[in-house]
């Protein structure tokens, strides 16, 4: 239940090529606390719940719980969210013997484009893509927690 992650601004819409599969997804979050982030995420016919904890110091692991719940369950919670919805496309890219997650957000993060690979220790090496650019895993202001209070047009 431990999550490893990197996360990557993209440079380039070359990942779209690469890409073998694609969600559309919306979520919302009913706690936005960086103690214990809660989420509700519909992807595509699919609907979770989601509990994260508190990241470590570098800002790559961190506590994550999750379950698939029903669908109508998520539409009514989605509607108890804090303010701030996040819309996006998850784009799934192979690199090597990894999988990138590409985000491209949508309405208040318009032109904003995110890739996040999980890892199995922090210190794994990875295989990286042309198309990926500057690191930020860490950085607050990029998680989805964020970016439903400080979306990416008001930076």
């Known amino acids: 239940m431990i999550e490893i992650e990197r996360k990557f601004l993209v440079k380039s819409a070359l990942f779209k090529e690469e890409a073998y599969q694609k969600n559309r997804i919306k979520q919302g979050f009913l706690n936005t606390d960086p103690l214990r982030t ?6 595509d016919e699919t ?9 470590n110091e570098a800002g790559l692991s961190r506590f994550e719980w999750e379950k698939e719940i029903d669908k109508t369950d998520a539409e009514a919670l989605l509607k108890l969210c804090e303010p701030g919805m996040i819309d996006k496309t998850r784009f799934l890219v192979n690199a090597g013997n990894h999988v990138f997650e590409v985000d491209e957000f949508y309405g208040d993060n ?10 199995a220790t922090e210190s794994e090496v990875f295989q990286k893509p042309d ?3 500057e690191e930020v895993t860490g950085d607050p202001k990029y998680y989805n927690s964020q970016l439903s209070k400080n979306p990416f047009k008001s930076w």
């Open 38 to 43: 809660v989420r509700i995420r519909i992807k």
């Open 131 to 133: 198309w990926l650019g």
């Open 47 to 55: 609907a979770f719940l989601t509990v994260k904890g508190k990241n």
């Open 110 to 119: 318009d032109g904003l484009i995110v890739a996040e690979v999980e890892l």
